[in-house]
Structure formats: C-alpha cells, structure tokens
C-alpha cells in the first residue's frame, strides 16, 4: 500500500495554515444573515423587469 503523504508534518502548512479561530455564535450569525439576504434578493423580491417573483414566473410558465 502506498501514500502520497509527507513522512513529517510541518505545522502551519496546507490546510491547517488556513483554519482560524472563531465564536460559533458570530459564524452561525454571520452565516444566517447571508443566507437571509441572499432569499430575500432571489426569491422574496419581484424583478424590475416584469414586477414577477420568481415563483409567479414558474407559475406562468406552466400555465402556457
């Protein structure tokens, strides 16, 4: 069996280099207000083109 690993590990280095301390409480806020305005400008609001949601656009599609 053979391994492309490193025989030593070297602090710092790879993926560990990029991993950073942080609240969970701040990540999941942080996260969850993301993810809301993200809804909000994708589904929630109507497109200034045709005043249509997505979803009554789907409708109407499925209609014809």
Do not use: C, T, W
Not at 3 to 10: K, R, V
Request: charged share 30%; net charge negative.
């Amino acid at each position: 069996m053979s391994s492309d690993a490193p025989d030593s590990f070297e602090p710092g280095a790879g993926i560990a280099a990029e991993v950073k301390n942080a609240r969970i409480e701040d990540e999941m806020e942080q996260s969850y207000i993301d993810y809301a305005m993200s809804v909000i400008a994708g589904r929630a609001l109507p497109d200034v083109r045709d005043g249509l949601k997505p979803v009554h656009r789907r409708i109407l599609y499925a209609m014809q």
